[in-house]
């Protein structure tokens, strides 16, 4: 079944198209996007946190993803799989289980939510999600990859906000505690 999705997709390619898919999944390469993102958000005092938030929930879904998954997993991706399909891009060299493009789309979009910055996870969602299609469309990942790389990114932002969270009560009550002593 997940052939049957990736040879519909194949069926969708126009030279337009597979321009536009390109430059989409090339905004995911290395987290660029999400990367110049927490830039902005650092730059601004009122959106700092935010930024801090989305770098945390980056990390551990790098750790999590390319770090654990992709070595336990060890999955071959469809264009190893299949050969006679014309790639658009390099052949991505990695495991294909869990998507790194779209688990990593997913923990910005995650960290953004759970920070309570559901504007910010609105409009993030959709290059998220145009992203993660775009490695269907590229040949480069399975549906369920994609799946997997939803779960794990949003997964990583709940875990991030949380650590977060726990960093920064910690620090107060000993801050707190620092006080009392003096």
């Given at each position: 079944m ?30 660029i ?13 009122r ?30 991706r ?5 050969h ?7 052949q ?61 990114g ?29």
């Amino acid at each position: 079944m997940e052939l049957q999705i990736l040879f519909w997709f194949q069926s969708l390619h126009t030279p337009i198209l597979d321009r536009i898919m390109v430059f989409i999944t090339h905004l995911g390469d290395g987290g660029i996007l999400w990367l110049l993102l927490i830039g902005i958000f650092l730059i601004q005092p009122r959106t700092r946190f935010l930024g801090i938030v989305m770098f945390v929930c980056i990390v551990i879904d790098f750790l999590l993803c390319n770090g654990l998954l992709k070595n336990v997993f060890e999955r071959l991706r469809p264009c190893q799989v299949i050969h006679n399909v014309k790639l658009l891009i390099p052949q991505p060299s990695g495991a294909s289980f869990p998507s790194g493009h779209t688990s990593i789309s997913f923990a910005a979009v995650g960290a953004l939510y759970y920070s309570h910055a559901k504007k910010y996870a609105t409009y993030c969602f959709i290059p998220a999600s145009l992203i993660a299609i775009s490695r269907l469309y590229l040949f480069v990942h399975y549906p369920t990859d994609i799946l997997g790389g939803i779960f794990v990114g949003i997964l990583s932002g709940y875990l991030g906000i949380r650590l977060v969270h726990y960093i920064e009560n910690w620090r107060l009550k000993n801050l707190k505690n620092i006080a009392l002593t003096s």
